[in-house]
């Protein structure tokens, strides 16, 4: 499966802005989806998931992410977004989407996980 990341761009803190991860295939239900980013000089960090949708489409945040971040998918799109609110300057980062095809149990916290990657898309917060 492609996957494609849109929808970064320059915000002030404070502000949201929503994430959009595009897939290729119409078997993209099957699919869980994870974000992920990565600031210049740290290493890629998880900041949420979302089941395949025959499970429930049940999503998956670290604590960091909790109540700032919202991850939902539109099957008839192909179609993943991430909505972040309360944007800070430590939200600075690229921002990418992966797939894996687990079958069952959460998607997964590590990029180990996910054998499919969109290009990230640059997402700068200034204060």
């Known amino acids: 499966v492609q996957l494609q990341a849109s929808g970064g761009g320059l915000v002030q803190a404070g502000d949201s802005l929503r994430l959009s991860c595009a897939a290729s295939?119409?078997?993209?239900?099957?699919?869980?989806i994870g974000w992920f980013r990565q600031a210049p000089g740290k290493e890629r960090e998880f900041v949420g998931g979302?089941?395949?949708?025959?499970?429930?489409?049940?999503?998956y945040y670290p604590h960091s992410a909790k109540g700032r971040f919202t991850i939902s998918r539109d099957n008839a799109k192909n179609v993943v977004y991430l909505q972040m609110d309360s944007l800070i300057p430590e939200d600075t980062a690229v921002y990418y989407c992966?797939?894996?095809?687990?079958?069952?149990?959460?998607?997964?916290?590590?990029?180990?996980?996910?054998?499919?990657w969109g290009q990230g898309t640059l997402v700068t917060v200034s204060s």
């Open positions: 992966a797939a894996n095809a687990r079958p069952s149990g959460s998607p997964g916290y590590d990029s180990d996980s996910y054998p499919y």
């Open positions: 979302i089941r395949r949708s025959g499970s429930g489409g049940r999503t």
């Open positions: 295939r119409r078997t993209f239900i099957n699919y869980n």
